[in-house]
């Protein structure tokens, strides 16, 4: 009845099937820590909701024993005697079902309806079509019918407490198909010309030209390379509400946000085969970027945070997107990304610089993207030197594009600003073998064994090769089996999933493995990626990682760790790595 697998299988619990463009996913995963027995129609529309509840049903209409199977393009719930239901996405807002020897219950996943929660369940007329209306998500799933199918209805029209839904089933024993819809308000009857299949192979051709545009490089060394730009390519979503573009979700889990750090790595996998979606991707924060030039914490469907920041990675990602790109930037682009890199640097130095103080500082841990990381156990209100480091960076890179668009007094004050604070940050901040974090308000400064003290190291090859030569010692003391732990491991305060007091992540990963490679440090270089890159082949693109199992914690599709894994693997492939 259906076509053999294409593509990597993978498991709904870790990984929510959908498609590129789309806002919800089929998962049983409802929230963080929240796990159903059945399948889900979860929207990522006004924050992450479960909508409908999928069952599978036997030929009594009771709950059929199935298992699930999903590749890119195809999931299917299979019985035990080889009845199937098959789901694939026609459109961004719609899948297709087909089944056989196997029924489908599509019912509201919330019971209980009330004047501001929960689903209403009627027959539209107009449609012919059973339509569910939800609160949370301010949108409307509708059901359509169609060859062979028969519906039994169930709680249309009721309110309080109902079990509200339609049970569907072959009409004579055959094969049956329906439609579901993500819609607002209303729309023509739903209609299609295409067959299941042909839907089905426009499905998986949409994602193997996906991948073959961003990894043309995979081969049986990078195995999980696949799967890496499924995640990516099915946690797409188009330009809704504040998403201003087409954007990469952090997942189409519970972290169905776009953090305004985690955005650059995404970026950077795409430029090379998805230059614009890149761009986009980049560029995205920016759109809400505020009067004093601060980008927000994160943006999605329906909300901007402005609570908290992000570390200025942006100087050092826009620097790598721009040798990724196969086509540069044209002068006008240039000219709004340095507008907008000036603001957010000028941010920094002036709004997160205490009056006479040389470097900036961060309010909350929140904002350098390490939200619990030891080096803010003695205090909140820290100057830290990655903060400044990363700055350097975006100041080298500011100079780089004021001199190419012909300022050059510009280019000049923005290299002495950059020499400034680095002079600033080695005075200031290193002691002896390691850098040091300091008390904006009274100048304690401490250690902590948390690897963000150690990030300087992406200066590369702007640090003195004493100091690169120590952080490289010390970064070898963060080193386990599957990368590096973000807090030492000898540490008392290590915790297993202690967030980033502990756990290994993509984005730490990355910086480390790029400013070591540039500071001359190739060896370990190699080593952080191919710990890392076996990481992720053995235990997917979790959140974060137990630096002592391995084991994926917390959202187990994060974007941001596949990409990371894109990358490396690729970087690895361009160095002839088998």
């Given at each position: 009845?259906?076509a053999?697998?294409?593509?990597?299988a993978?498991?709904?619990?870790?990984?929510?099937?959908?498609t590129?463009?789309?806002?919800f996913g089929?998962s049983?995963v409802l929230?963080?820590?929240?796990?159903?027995?059945d399948l889900?129609?979860?929207s990522h529309?006004?924050?992450?909701?479960?909508?409908?509840?999928?069952?599978?049903?036997d030929?009594?209409?009771?709950?059929?024993e199935?298992?699930?199977?999903?590749?890119p393009g195809?999931?299917?719930w299979i019985?035990r005697?080889?009845?199937?239901?098959?789901?694939?996405?026609?459109s961004?807002?719609?899948?297709?079902?087909?089944?056989?020897?196997?029924?489908?219950g599509?019912?509201?996943?919330?019971?209980?309806?009330?004047?501001?929660?929960?689903?209403?369940?009627?027959?539209?007329?107009?449609?012919?079509?059973h339509v569910?209306?939800?609160y949370e998500?301010?949108?409307?799933?509708?059901?359509?019918?169609?060859?062979?199918?028969?519906?039994e209805p169930?709680?249309?029209q009721?309110?309080?407490?109902?079990?509200?839904?339609?049970?569907v089933?072959?009409?004579?024993?055959?094969?049956?198909?329906?439609?579901?819809?993500?819609?607002d308000?209303?729309?023509?009857?739903y209609g299609s010309?295409?067959?299941?299949?042909e839907?089905?192979?426009?499905?998986?051709?949409s994602?193997?030209?996906?991948v073959?545009?961003?990894a043309?490089?995979?081969?049986?060394?990078?195995p999980?390379?696949?799967?890496?730009?499924?995640?990516?390519w099915?946690a797409?979503?188009?330009?809704?509400?504040?998403?201003?573009r087409?954007?990469?979700?952090?997942?189409?889990?519970?972290?169905?946000?776009?953090?305004?750090?985690?955005?650059c790595?995404n970026?950077?996998?795409?430029?090379?085969?998805?230059?614009l979606?890149?761009?986009?991707?980049?560029s995205l924060?920016f759109?809400?970027?505020?009067?004093?030039g601060?980008?927000?914490?994160?943006?999605?469907?329906s909300?901007v945070?402005?609570?908290?920041?992000?570390p200025?990675?942006?100087?050092?990602a826009?620097?790598r997107l721009?040798r990724?790109l196969?086509?540069?930037p044209?002068?006008?682009?240039l000219?709004?990304?340095?507008d907008?890199?000036?603001r957010?640097?000028?941010f920094?130095?002036?709004?997160?610089?205490?009056p006479?103080?040389?470097?900036?500082?961060?309010?909350?841990?929140?904002?350098?993207?390490?939200?619990?990381a030891?080096t803010?156990d003695?205090?909140?209100?820290?100057?830290?030197?990655?903060?400044t480091?990363?700055?350097?960076?975006?100041?080298?890179?500011?100079?780089?594009l004021?001199?190419?668009?012909?300022?050059p007094?510009?280019?000049g004050?923005?290299?002495r600003?950059?020499?400034?604070?680095?002079?600033?940050?080695l005075?200031?901040?290193?002691d002896?073998d390691?850098?040091v974090?300091?008390?904006a308000?009274?100048?304690?400064?401490?250690?902590?064994a948390?690897?963000?003290?150690?990030?300087?190291?992406?200066?590369g090859?702007?640090?003195?090769?004493?100091?690169?030569?120590a952080l490289?010692?010390?970064?070898?003391?963060?080193?386990?089996?599957?990368?590096?732990?973000?807090?030492?491991?000898?540490?008392?305060?290590?915790?297993?999933?202690?967030?980033?007091?502990?756990p290994?992540?993509a984005?730490?990963t990355?910086?480390v493995?790029d400013?070591l490679?540039?500071?001359?440090h190739?060896?370990?270089?190699?080593?952080?990626?191919?710990?890392f890159?076996?990481?992720?082949?053995?235990?997917?693109?979790?959140e974060?990682?137990?630096?002592?199992?391995?084991?994926?914690l917390?959202?187990?599709?994060?974007?941001?760790?596949?990409s990371?894994?894109?990358?490396l693997a690729?970087?690895h492939?361009?160095?002839?790595?088998h």
């Amino acid at each position: 009845m259906t076509a053999a697998p294409s593509g990597p299988a993978f498991s709904v619990h870790d990984i929510p099937f959908s498609t590129y463009g789309s806002w919800f996913g089929i998962s049983p995963v409802l929230a963080e820590r929240t796990r159903a027995e059945d399948l889900h129609l979860v929207s990522h529309q006004n924050g992450m909701h479960a909508v409908l509840r999928l069952v599978s049903l036997d030929a009594r209409g009771g709950r059929a024993e199935t298992r699930v199977e999903a590749t890119p393009g195809l999931l299917s719930w299979i019985g035990r005697d080889g009845g199937r239901v098959d789901l694939v996405y026609a459109s961004p807002d719609t899948v297709r079902l087909r089944g056989s020897g196997l029924g489908l219950g599509v019912l509201a996943a919330a019971r209980t309806l009330t004047p501001f929660s929960g689903t209403y369940f009627f027959h539209d007329p107009a449609a012919n079509a059973h339509v569910f209306t939800s609160y949370e998500t301010g949108r409307r799933y509708r059901v359509t019918l169609l060859s062979g199918a028969r519906g039994e209805p169930a709680g249309a029209q009721a309110l309080g407490g109902a079990d509200r839904g339609v049970a569907v089933t072959a009409d004579a024993g055959g094969t049956w198909e329906l439609a579901i819809e993500e819609l607002d308000t209303a729309r023509p009857p739903y209609g299609s010309t295409a067959s299941f299949d042909e839907i089905l192979r426009t499905a998986r051709r949409s994602f193997a030209e996906f991948v073959d545009d961003i990894a043309p490089w995979r081969s049986a060394a990078t195995p999980a390379a696949e799967l890496a730009a499924y995640v990516v390519w099915s946690a797409t979503v188009r330009p809704t509400g504040l998403v201003t573009r087409p954007a990469v979700l952090m997942s189409k889990h519970w972290m169905d946000k776009v953090w305004s750090w985690d955005h650059c790595f995404n970026a950077l996998a795409l430029a090379p085969g998805r230059p614009l979606l890149a761009l986009h991707q980049f560029s995205l924060p920016f759109d809400h970027q505020d009067d004093s030039g601060a980008l927000p914490d994160s943006v999605t469907h329906s909300e901007v945070l402005h609570n908290f920041v992000k570390p200025p990675i942006h100087g050092w990602a826009f620097g790598r997107l721009r040798r990724r790109l196969p086509v540069p930037p044209g002068t006008d682009e240039l000219a709004t990304i340095y507008d907008r890199l000036r603001r957010w640097t000028d941010f920094w130095l002036t709004a997160r610089r205490a009056p006479d103080a040389e470097l900036p500082y961060y309010q909350h841990g929140n904002d350098s993207g390490w939200d619990n990381a030891t080096t803010f156990d003695p205090a909140r209100v820290v100057v830290t030197a990655d903060l400044t480091a990363f700055l350097v960076l975006q100041l080298h890179q500011l100079a780089m594009l004021a001199a190419e668009l012909g300022r050059p007094d510009e280019a000049g004050g923005w290299t002495r600003t950059a020499e400034d604070l680095q002079a600033a940050l080695l005075d200031q901040l290193w002691d002896t073998d390691r850098f040091v974090a300091r008390d904006a308000a009274t100048g304690d400064t401490w250690r902590s064994a948390s690897l963000l003290d150690l990030m300087p190291v992406v200066l590369g090859e702007h640090l003195p090769a004493e100091v690169a030569a120590a952080l490289a010692d010390h970064i070898k003391t963060h080193l386990t089996p599957y990368g590096l732990a973000t807090e030492r491991t000898t540490s008392p305060h290590y915790l297993a999933d202690g967030y980033w007091r502990g756990p290994i992540w993509a984005p730490a990963t990355v910086l480390v493995e790029d400013g070591l490679r540039r500071a001359g440090h190739h060896r370990l270089a190699d080593d952080i990626s191919a710990r890392f890159r076996a990481l992720c082949e053995t235990h997917g693109f979790a959140e974060n990682f137990d630096a002592l199992t391995g084991t994926g914690l917390r959202d187990r599709a994060y974007t941001w760790t596949a990409s990371s894994y894109l990358l490396l693997a690729e970087a690895h492939a361009h160095r002839g790595g088998h």
